[in-house]
């Protein structure tokens, strides 16, 4: 089972539309997929119209008490299921720190039973430079990073990398950076997005329009393929797992 967390330090930033989009493209190929919903505010959840629940919560999960597989919901697309969110996950950290062993390996143990059942688990992480952001390094195969094109989501993105590099958290997975909700006539996101890629060619060449299309999601409570499949911006996210399965090998 390859693992692909989609995080960023920043909030709002599009990781919840994108890992979405991205496991119904998983999905949508065959693949078997699972998506967890690790933000207590429960978005993904919200979209896959599942209810954001887990009988026992973070800490019966995370003391490995629960069995995963009951937990785990069908969300009615083909190959697409989800592992849904709960309040109680606002609290993860705690539930960790109280564990003896080390963090990623207790989330690892708590996955096996699921993993002969899946290719691909895709981590729809909370912000924040959290315990169980660390988790999640120490356990994923690919990073993958949506950001805004600002100087400040940039300044942030620096300082993740870094941390990565210091924890040498860089040497064991691939991280992978792209940018969304761009903006062409924003001079500050084409300015960013031209340095970027001249510097930092790791940063995926896909780049997520800011699209009143895209945000509908919220009201269709379903991935952009189901409402508006043949638009450039669902093509956006075509384009872009292509090139997250290119460059993740
Ligand atoms: N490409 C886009 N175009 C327009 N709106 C978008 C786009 N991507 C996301 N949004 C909207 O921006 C808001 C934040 O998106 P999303 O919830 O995916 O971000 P997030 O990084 O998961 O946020 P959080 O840190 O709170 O979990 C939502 O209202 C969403 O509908
Ligand atoms: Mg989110």
């Known amino acids: 089972m390859k693992i692909y967390a989609i995080y960023n330090i920043k909030g709002g930033v599009g990781k919840t539309t994108s890992a979405v989009n991205l496991a119904y493209l998983s999905a949508a190929e065959g693949a078997r997929t699972l998506l967890w919903d690790l933000d207590h505010q429960g978005s993904a959840s919200y979209y896959l119209c599942v209810k954001p629940k887990i009988e026992g919560g973070a800490k019966e999960l995370i003391e490995g008490r629960l069995n995963v597989n009951s937990l785990l919901r069908m969300t009615g ?22 564990e003896k062993d080390r963090p990623s390996r207790v989330v690892g143990k708590l996955l096996k039973p699921v993993a002969k059942h899946y290719d691909n688990l895709f981590l729809d992480c909370p912000p924040g430079l959290s315990l ?30 870094r941390f990565l590099v210091d924890k040498g958290y860089n040497r064991r ?77």
């Open 77 to 98: 697309y083909p190959n697409l299921d989800l592992f849904p969110s709960d309040i109680s996950y606002r609290r993860m950290d705690q539930a960790l720190e109280e």
């Open 132 to 161: 169980l952001a660390e988790t999640i390094f120490g356990l994923c195969d690919v990073l993958l990073v949506p950001m805004i094109p600002t100087t400040l989501s940039l300044r942030a993105y620096n300082r993740l990398v």
């Open 173 to 249: 997975m691939r991280v992978l950076p792209f940018f969304t909700l761009v903006h062409p006539d924003k001079p500050i996101h084409r300015v960013v997005t031209a340095n970027v890629r001249e510097k930092h060619p790791v940063f995926l060449k896909t780049i997520i329009p800011d699209s009143n299309i895209i945000e509908a999601m919220g009201v269709k409570r379903s991935p952009i393929f189901t409402y508006a499949r043949q638009t450039p911006d669902a093509n956006s996210y075509r384009d872009l797992w292509a090139e997250i399965k290119e460059r993740s090998g």
